[in-house]
């Protein structure tokens, strides 16, 4: 499997190319196009009891959608739900990555994919604790709102990044949540809430916008929720 970016960093497409009989395992609904011949089976992978796990938990689709190319191969373009870049993971064996709730929408077949508790930190980061560990050999793709930044570590450097804006990091690294301000005083005049702490060696992944902050936004302009009327209130009207 070999990827592809195109209309990147806004909207990005990404297309697999698959040799023969090779297969690619895919969120719900990410498919865009693919070429003739392609076949796809749709399945709670792992079963039922790992399907709800990772539907409620890490906030993926119930199914997991296999598709696989012709004899001759072939190739399919996916993308993500938000406006934004997509980055490709290179997945090597005793290196395996968590990928926060809501980014993964492929992996190459010798890539297993599971639900993963992200710690403590994560559950009360404001994201919800649960993601992705993506493990293996190959290559994992992931969508993000907005751009694509990538921190390489090195050891003892230290990092701080707010918790909506982690995408993926190695799981061997260590990090440390914290509020952003020192004290609940300062942070919330700041307007930010909690942060990670990463500490290299090894490799963070961030987007750079928070869906979070966009979801609270759209839910405040909202008609039901404005008093003048919507987006309509904000020039006047």
């Given at each position: 499997m070999q990827t592809q970016l195109r209309h990147n960093p806004s909207f990005t497409v990404a297309r697999a190319f698959l040799g023969p009989r090779e297969q690619i395992r895919m969120e719900g609904g990410a498919m865009m196009a693919h070429s003739q011949?392609?076949?796809l089976e749709a399945r709670a992978e792992g079963g039922v009891l790992a399907g709800l796990k990772r539907s409620v938990l890490a906030g993926e689709s119930f199914f997991v959608t296999t598709y696989t190319a012709p004899a001759d191969g072939g190739w399919i373009d996916m993308a993500?739900?938000?406006p934004g870049d997509i980055a490709v993971i290179d997945i090597a064996p005793g290196r395996p990555y968590f990928l926060a709730k809501g980014n993964w929408i492929a992996n190459?077949?010798?890539v297993q994919?599971?639900?993963?508790?992200?710690?403590?930190?994560n559950l009360f980061g404001g994201e919800g604790g649960f993601g992705v560990r993506a493990s293996g050999?190959?290559?994992a793709v992931v969508s993000v709102y907005g751009a694509i930044d990538v921190f390489d570590l090195q050891p003892g450097q230290v990092v701080t990044i707010d918790t909506g804006h982690v995408v993926a990091y190695e799981l061997d690294m260590r990090f440390e949540m914290r509020r952003a301000g020192s004290g609940m005083l300062n942070s919330m005049k700041s307007g930010e809430g909690f942060v990670f702490d990463f500490t290299g060696p090894g490799r963070v992944l961030l987007?750079?916008?928070n869906p979070s902050a966009f979801a609270q936004w759209a839910g405040s302009v909202a008609p039901g929720n404005n008093p003048k009327g919507g987006l309509g209130g904000m020039f006047g009207r």
């Amino acid at each position: 499997m070999q990827t592809q970016l195109r209309h990147n960093p806004s909207f990005t497409v990404a297309r697999a190319f698959l040799g023969p009989r090779e297969q690619i395992r895919m969120e719900g609904g990410a498919m865009m196009a693919h070429s003739q011949g392609v076949t796809l089976e749709a399945r709670a992978e792992g079963g039922v009891l790992a399907g709800l796990k990772r539907s409620v938990l890490a906030g993926e689709s119930f199914f997991v959608t296999t598709y696989t190319a012709p004899a001759d191969g072939g190739w399919i373009d996916m993308a993500g739900v938000l406006p934004g870049d997509i980055a490709v993971i290179d997945i090597a064996p005793g290196r395996p990555y968590f990928l926060a709730k809501g980014n993964w929408i492929a992996n190459a077949a010798a890539v297993q994919i599971d639900t993963q508790f992200g710690g403590m930190a994560n559950l009360f980061g404001g994201e919800g604790g649960f993601g992705v560990r993506a493990s293996g050999s190959g290559q994992a793709v992931v969508s993000v709102y907005g751009a694509i930044d990538v921190f390489d570590l090195q050891p003892g450097q230290v990092v701080t990044i707010d918790t909506g804006h982690v995408v993926a990091y190695e799981l061997d690294m260590r990090f440390e949540m914290r509020r952003a301000g020192s004290g609940m005083l300062n942070s919330m005049k700041s307007g930010e809430g909690f942060v990670f702490d990463f500490t290299g060696p090894g490799r963070v992944l961030l987007q750079t916008r928070n869906p979070s902050a966009f979801a609270q936004w759209a839910g405040s302009v909202a008609p039901g929720n404005n008093p003048k009327g919507g987006l309509g209130g904000m020039f006047g009207r």
